[in-house]
């Protein structure tokens, strides 16, 4: 049975860190891309980062660029998102999300095939 479990969510206050972490099981991690995404209430799910699976290569979303870090343990079969310098709307529910496409990743909601049940991200001002 396949299954993506996230971890590490919680309240932090704005400025602030969290380490998401996504534990996987049932197939092959390291030949499947890894996604990132974030939804907030009343909002559409939206891609933060994702990493590759050949070369480990990533992408990130605008305005996660140089606040966030996305990485993974092939070895562990996890995958973790650095969050830094959080703000009010980073706020949301985290998913991650497995891609067992070619090539690079994307972060596009329909290339993923298995999902978390995500880990919510609350933020105090």
């Known amino acids: 049975e396949v299954q993506l479990v996230e971890s590490g969510g919680g309240l932090v206050q704005a400025g602030g860190s969290l380490r998401l972490s996504c534990a996987a099981s049932?197939?092959?991690?390291?030949?499947?891309?890894i996604g990132w995404f974030r939804q907030a209430p009343g909002k559409e799910r939206e891609g933060v980062s994702c990493?590759?699976?050949?070369?480990?290569?990533?992408y990130y979303a605008d305005s996660m660029k140089g606040r966030f870090t996305i990485s993974r343990d092939d070895a562990k079969n996890t995958a973790y998102l650095q969050m830094n310098n959080l703000k009010p709307e980073d706020a949301g529910v985290y998913f991650c999300?497995?891609?067992?496409?070619?090539?690079?990743?994307?972060?596009?909601?329909?290339?993923?095939?298995?999902w978390g049940q995500g880990t919510q991200v609350t933020l105090s001002s």
């Open positions: 999300a497995s891609d067992g496409g070619p090539g690079d990743c994307l972060l596009d909601i329909d290339e993923y095939d298995y």
């Open positions: 049932g197939f092959t991690f390291d030949d499947y891309a």
């Open positions: 990493i590759s699976s050949s070369d480990g290569s990533t």
